[in-house]
Structure formats: structure tokens, C-alpha cells
T-cell receptor, first 116, second 115 residues
Framework: DSGVTQTPKHLITATGQRVTLRCSPRSGDLSVYWYQQSLDQGLQFLIQYYNGEERAKGNILERFSAQQFPDLHSELNLSSLELGDSALYFC???????????????FGPGTRLTVL | AQTVTQSQPEMSVQEAETVTLSCTYDTSENNYYLFWYKQPPSRQMILVIRQEAYKQQNATENRFSVNFQKAAKSFSLKISDSQLGDTAMYFCAFILYNQGGKLIFGQGTELSVKP
């Protein structure tokens, strides 16, 4: 158990819908990261938040957004869902941005999103 | 652009034997961290080993060790005394020191340990 929790574990929805994925980082970790794992794209970095502020951005679609709240939990919002958004979404956390800590990211168990 | 390449999509090894997984990466930066992550059938991502690019000494963690060749941009993982529980997808990844936490992953190598 990495100490990172993600809810829900599974999500099945229809095209055009909107969903919210939730992540709680390890106790004391200030950075939260979101990754998408799909069969065709592999593991891709989406976005990072550090202590409530956006820190780094990857190949995140405009239909996707994220935020980190004062209690440090994070939410990833996916809207206007398409079949191709079906994937495993991971949240990870670390104790600081790279360069100020170990650089090690601890991954949650993931949320499996299926868009029908 | 930074990339990570794992040229072996699948590998197999007999229990108790040694196997080496290959990884090459491309970056023009000098400061970065390298990692190997394991993803068993449960899909959990588990850190196996990490290497700081400024350290010349190769990292080791019990049965896992790396061969880090900075000039060649190569970062291979050696698993000694392979166990059935080592069966998993293995991902090579790196982070640039000054670009937040953007982990860049390779496509993965699926390792099967056979009894």
C-alpha cells in the first residue's frame, strides 16, 4: 500500500458525459501528479500540482482539468468524454517538486475509466 | 524532446536465473533521475529502483541492480535469482531535474518468470 488513495476504482460512463476522479496523497506529500495509461498511448503524464498550484503540464486535453484543494487532495475532471478516453488514470504523490526531495513518486491504485 | 525506449516488448526467464531489461533514453539535459517501475497484474505501479544521474555508482536494491551508462544514455535493469512474483510489466522512466515531476515512461517490457 503506497498510502495514496484514489476513488472510485472503476467508472463506467457514456460518451459526452463528465466525470470526476479523486485522489488523496500520502500524508505530508505536497505534490500530486496525474497520469493516463492506455493501450495505444502507454503511460502519459497529464499534470502536476504542488501545494495547490499547477507546477507542470503534459499532454492534457482541454476537455480535462484538475485542481488541488487546501487539504491537498486533488480532483481530475474529464468532460465531453470520448471512447478514446477509456484508460487507467493514476494519481501519484511526492514530498516536493523534483530538486527539493527524493524525486520518488508513490502511485495510487488507479481509477479504471470505461467510456461506452 | 525527451524520450525513453524499451526495445524488448516481452521477455521470459526461468525461476532463479538472471535477466536484464534494456532501456535507452534521449535528453540534452545533464541533471535528471532515472527509475524502474514494476506493474504486476494488479496494475499497481511499484518503484523498483532509482538512480541519480550525477552519481556514477550503479544503484542496487536487493536482487535488483542497474547498469547506468550516462554517455551512452543507457539504463538497464538486472534481476538476479528471479522469482515468480517478479512477473510483471517493467517500465523505465526519467524525470528532468528542473521540470517539476513529469515522469517520462518507456513503453514497457512484459517479463514472465517461469517455474
Amino acid at each position: 500500500d503506497s498510502g495514496v488513495t484514489q476513488t472510485p476504482k472503476h467508472l463506467i460512463t457514456a460518451t459526452g458525459q463528465r466525470v470526476t476522479l479523486r485522489c488523496s496523497p500520502r500524508s505530508g506529500d505536497l505534490s500530486v501528479y496525474w497520469y493516463q495509461q492506455s493501450l495505444d498511448q502507454g503511460l502519459q503524464f497529464l499534470i502536476q500540482y504542488y501545494n495547490g498550484e499547477e507546477r507542470a503540464k503534459g499532454n492534457i486535453l482541454e476537455r480535462f482539468s484538475a485542481q488541488q484543494f487546501p487539504d491537498l487532495h486533488s480532483e481530475l475532471n474529464l468532460s465531453s468524454l470520448e471512447l478514446g478516453d477509456s484508460a487507467l488514470y493514476f494519481c501519484a504523490s511526492s514530498d516536493g517538486p523534483v530538486g527539493q526531495g527524493a524525486g520518488e513518486q508513490f502511485f495510487g491504485p488507479g481509477t479504471r475509466l470505461t467510456v461506452l | 524532446a525527451q524520450t525513453v525506449t524499451q526495445s524488448q516488448p516481452e521477455m521470459s526467464v526461468q525461476e532463479a536465473e538472471t535477466v536484464t531489461l534494456s532501456c535507452t533514453y534521449d535528453t540534452s539535459e545533464n541533471n535528471y533521475y532515472l527509475f524502474w517501475y514494476k506493474q504486476p497484474p494488479s496494475r499497481q505501479m511499484i518503484l523498483v529502483i532509482r538512480q541519480e544521474a550525477y552519481k556514477q555508482q550503479n544503484a542496487t536494491e536487493n536482487r535488483f541492480s542497474v547498469n547506468f551508462q550516462k554517455a551512452a544514455k543507457s539504463f538497464s535493469l538486472k534481476i538476479s535469482d528471479s522469482q515468480l512474483g517478479d512477473t510483471a510489466m517493467y517500465f523505465c522512466a526519467f524525470i528532468l531535474y528542473n521540470q517539476g515531476g513529469k515522469l517520462i515512461f518507456g513503453q514497457g517490457t512484459e517479463l514472465s518468470v517461469k517455474p
